[in-house]
């Protein structure tokens, strides 16, 4: 798997994917439309791709999956504002796969943070076999950090 910087004639499959990914959160857990805010929305994802955070995950020449990230001024610190895998492909290593990728995409980060819902069980068992720990729980969302050693 590789991830680049989203294309904006394929926005629309990005979304497409995100939703599909999104809304298979009712399997583990989560609760009809309590999904990410915009996660359906083609205008927020093209403010995304504008501001250089949209990211598509591909393998071969398939999108997978998607990813919204957020580097710090100084490039040390990078803040995962959502990844997905679309639903078809999921329980095939391709999440695992993706984080990888994130995590190597800026080689001068030394940490990775992010958040995710209380109630995803699928997420939080995720994060916490790729290494990642709980630094808080706060208003329904655990909030992860990684220490990359590089």
Known sequence: MRIEKAKQEKI???VQISKRAFESDVFVGGVEKDSPPDYDSVEWHEKMLEGNHLFQ???EDTIVGGAILFLDEIG???YVGRIFIDDKYHRKG???ALMESVEEIYPTVKEVHLDTPVWN???NSFYRKSGYVMEKQEEGF???KKVLSR
């Open 76 to 78: 040390t610190k990078l």
């Open 142 to 144: 655990i909030f992860y």
């Open 121 to 123: 069980v699928r997420t």
């Open 12 to 14: 629309k499959d990005i």
């Open 57 to 59: 995950a591909m393998v």
């Open 94 to 96: 391709y999440g695992k």
